[in-house]
């Protein structure tokens, strides 16, 4: 069994020996003098490892008092606890013991059980400080250079203190000044916002604990402070009196800086440095909290397709760009008096401040700030706003109406920023329902293609048709594009979409020429986000090819608006396909976007103007004035022009006038099924065939 330490006992009285011995063998190992001079030869040999000492007084050879005076004499020894035992009563010969270093007086005969209570606390009490007392006495020399601790032992006798050699290792030589007298003159060392807590940790003369430490920022040198732990053992005398501090100070500044930096990762975000998700959360509810009569935005924000950036410029320039727009959102936040923000995810950033700043200078100024960043893109910014009228409500929620705003703002091309409202929660439900059932509803042909005929007026016929994708919901039944396209082109998922429409429009082609049904060209719809993918060419020749479909059958349709934002792709999109045979036309044209300019820049081969898109009534002048002038550049360019969104009788002879004879519109035909459309053509075809006969 371990023992709990080493006993020595002195007494030259057997009997009381053998007491002792039977009182203790079991908790330690126990040594044994007779006298004085044994006594202290066992010590010599056994310093390091005696836990306390009990020494009668009155013995041959060498008595107690001697050995007390050279054990108190003996740096090494000093601190071994002393356990007199003694057969005077008299108050002055204890008072000479305990001035000769004794720790506690036991008179004789003894008490057993109190002996073995008051000895066991003692050893204990020892035990626990060792080391502390130890460095204390001579080996606070070891310590020199070996060590991040350095130390000073305060002698409450003489009131002066004694600082370790290497102290020069960690702080300036005038670090000793601190000590010169006491109270100790700490106020120029000391970080002044660690003043206070140091002040109190150096009153060592109040103080009641055994054992203290605090951890604080000391200066170094002349402008530099590091952390330090100082941890003080205060010594006292066997009596009650004090006798010295032991006060290590432990260089941590290696410990508290990993510390720090861990914190910091657990608080912040990793590339752009302000606060995180967790962060912002915990400083909006205390925000709230502590300003209950005031309101609050939420505002969540994210950079319109910011994937196209690591897309087209890579991932170090979408990092530089977060990097610099989380500085501008910390910046204008941190000038408010109540404001929090964070990066959440990738170009998710969240804010909240007072509604009693000015919103709209705040988007303000971060939208100048995306405009003046220096890159090909243009870097817009949306905005989802949420107001907070009941604080206790929680933060998640909060955001998540902020979010909804977010996403029904990124939707439209103008509204860039957006405020909450019921209905937004309703449609988001719908949103995400959409989203997770795109790719099982793509794989068992949920999606249909729709064909709406297109004609010539002047020859009276059937021109070809535009393919247009409807989603046959199994319970909520025909959905039309307006709904679900908007949500794939924000995750990508137009692009399989859009393959998958060329590929049956292919395949029906295909299906055509075998069956021996009339085949007419047939226009597919090409998102701006297709642009992206660099295959694109490649994958429409492979689909086109796969299925034997002449070049001048598929046709390719791209809204007008793609024609400013992904110019340069376009450009090489319209090149590459008309060398390859394919009629490329501008969807929409006229809808906004002055798309004029770009046809000195993009060759195209149709126009297609939506009348729905013209100024007020197509009856009025001005209307009808834009329509012919369109009319006649597409004729002076060689383009030929389709009017779409017929629907009226006025505009099919407005459209007669001015030559513009090839039309869509539900005037002529809706958007049908391919059977529909199939029955159509040959219809059309007998009718014709009927009217040659006659
Ligand atoms: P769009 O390419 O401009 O297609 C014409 C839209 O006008 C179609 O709407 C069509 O049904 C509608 N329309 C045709 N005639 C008339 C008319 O006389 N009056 C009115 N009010 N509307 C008429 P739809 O099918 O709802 O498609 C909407 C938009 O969705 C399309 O506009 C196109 O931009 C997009 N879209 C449809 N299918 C696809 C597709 O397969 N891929 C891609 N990327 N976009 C598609
Ligand atoms: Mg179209
Ligand atoms: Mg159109």
């Known amino acids: 069994m371990n023992k709990e330490g080493l006993i020595l006992i002195v007494d030259d009285d057997i009997s009381s020996t053998k007491i002792l011995r039977h009182l203790f063998r079991d908790i330690y190992e126990i040594e044994e003098a007779v006298n004085g001079q044994d006594a202290l030869a066992i010590i010599e040999q056994k310093a390091d490892a005696l836990s306390a000492i009990i020494l009668d007084v009155y013995m041959p050879v060498m008595d107690g008092y001697t050995v007390l005076e050279r054990i108190?004499?003996?740096?090494k020894w000093k601190n071994i606890p002393v356990i007199v035992m003694t057969s005077e009563s008299a108050v002055e010969s204890d008072q000479k013991l305990f001035d000769l270093g004794a720790h506690q007086i036991v008179h004789k005969p003894i008490n057993a059980g109190i002996v073995k209570k008051q000895i066991h606390n003692i050893v204990k009490a020892y035990e626990k400080h060792k080391d502390f007392i130890q460095i204390s006495?001579?080996?606070r020399t070891l310590i020199h250079n070996t060590t991040n601790t350095f130390i000073c032992v305060y002698d409450f006798h003489k009131k002066t203190a004694e600082l370790g050699d290497n102290y020069q290792n960690f702080v300036s030589?005038?670090?000793?000044k601190v000590f010169a007298q006491y109270p100790f003159q700490i106020e120029n060392y000391v970080l002044p916002k660690n003043l206070e807590t140091a002040r109190h940790f150096f009153d060592v003369e109040h103080k009641t604990e055994e054992y203290e430490e605090i951890e604080i920022r000391l200066r170094v040198d002349t402008v530099h402070y590091k952390w330090f732990k100082i941890s003080m053992l205060l010594n006292n005398e066997g009596n009650g009196y004090r006798d010295?501090?032991?006060i290590l100070f432990t260089d941590i500044e290696k410990e508290v800086e990993a510390k720090e930096k861990l914190t910091f990762m657990a608080m912040n975000d990793m590339l752009t440095h302000i606060p995180n998700m967790r962060t912002f959360s915990i400083h909006v509810r205390k925000m709230l909290d502590e300003n209950p009569n005031e309101k609050f935005y939420m505002l969540t924000m994210d950079l319109y397709q910011f994937n196209l950036v690591n897309k087209l410029f890579g991932y170090g320039e979408g990092d530089a760009i977060l990097k610099y727009f989380a500085t501008k959102i910390q910046e204008l936040i941190e000038a408010y008096d109540k404001g929090v923000y964070c990066?959440?995810?990738?170009?998710?950033?969240?804010?909240?401040?007072?509604?009693?700043?000015?919103?709209?200078?705040?988007?303000?100024?971060?939208?100048?700030?995306?405009?003046?960043?220096?890159?090909?893109?243009?870097?817009?910014?949306?905005?989802?706003?949420?107001?907070i009228e009941d604080k206790s409500e929680n933060v998640e929620n909060m955001i998540d109406c902020a979010t909804y705003a977010r996403n029904e703002a990124k939707r439209g091309l103008l509204h860039e920023e957006q405020y909450y409202d019921e209905h937004l929660r309703e449609k988001e439900y719908f949103e995400t329902m959409v989203i997770s059932e795109m790719e099982q509803a793509l794989e068992s042909e949920q999606f249909e293609v729709f064909l709406q005929p297109q004609y010539d007026t002047f020859y009276e016929k059937m021109i070809g048709s535009e393919a247009l994708i409807r989603w046959n919901h199994p319970q909520k039944g025909y959905l039309s594009p307006g709904i679900f396209i908007p949500l794939f082109e924000q995750n990508g998922f137009i692009t399989e979409l859009d393959y998958y429409v060329l590929k049956v429009v292919c395949r029906t082609i295909r299906s055509w020429s075998d069956r021996g049904i009339e085949v007419l060209p047939v226009s597919v719809n090409v998102s701006r986000c297709d642009l992206y993918d660099s295959n694109l060419i490649e994958r429409i020749l492979k689909t086109v090819n796969a299925y034997q479909v002449p070049h001048d059958m598929v046709e390719f349709e791209i809204t007008e608006s793609a024609f400013i934002s992904e110019k340069e792709l376009l450009?090489?999109?319209?090149?590459?396909?008309?060398?390859?045979?394919?009629?490329?036309?501008?969807?929409?044209?006229?809808?906004?976007y002055s798309a004029l300019n770009s046809l000195k820049d993009i060759q195209v081969d149709v126009l297609k103007i939506d009348i729905k898109f013209l100024p007020a009534s197509i009856k009025e002048a001005r209307a009808s004035i834009i329509l012919k002038s369109i009319i006649e550049m597409a004729q002076k360019l060689g383009l030929d022009v389709i009017a779409e969104g017929v629907e009226q009788k006025e505009q099919v002879e407005l459209l007669e006038t001015l030559c513009c004879d090839k039309v869509q519109g539900f005037y002529y035909a809706r958007p049908m099924p391919i059977a529909d459309y199939e029955e159509k053509v040959q219809s059309n075809n007998r009718e014709k065939e009927h009217w040659g006969n006659e």
């Open 137 to 139: 006495g001579l080996e």
């Open 173 to 176: 030589a005038e670090f000793q």
């Open 571 to 592: 450009t090489e999109f319209t090149v590459n396909l008309r060398k390859e045979g394919f009629r490329v036309l501008i969807d929409d044209f006229g809808s906004g």
């Open 244 to 246: 010295h501090a032991v």
């Open 343 to 387: 990066r959440m995810a990738s170009d998710i950033f969240y804010a909240c401040f007072s509604e009693q700043e000015d919103l709209q200078e705040y988007l303000r100024v971060l939208r100048a700030s995306l405009r003046s960043y220096p890159i090909k893109f243009e870097l817009r910014l949306c905005a989802g706003i949420y107001i």
């Open 72 to 75: 108190s004499g003996n740096e």
